[in-house]
């Protein structure tokens, strides 16, 4: 994992937990709040994981032209 997967994936669970006090104390900001914080943890886990998937075709390309 990389920060990016990591941080998105806190962000994203801290969005969820902001939607539901939200729910909880009827605040409709609060709830809005949450699911942008969650939309934005996933995209940034997205990004995380598009940085592992092209580090490990590099990897792979660099192993497979090694003599």
Do not use: C, R, Y
Not at 1 to 24: C, P, R, S
Request: aromatic share 2%; charged share 35%.
């Amino acid at each position: 994992m990389n920060k990016d997967q990591v941080k998105g994936a806190a962000k994203d669970f801290g969005g969820k937990i902001q939607e539901e006090v939200g729910k909880l104390t009827g605040s409709k900001e609060q709830q809005a709040k949450g699911l942008k914080n969650q939309a934005q943890g996933k995209v940034q886990e997205h990004v995380g994981d598009l940085e592992e998937n092209v580090k490990d075709a590099t990897d792979a390309v660099k192993e497979a032209m090694k003599p």
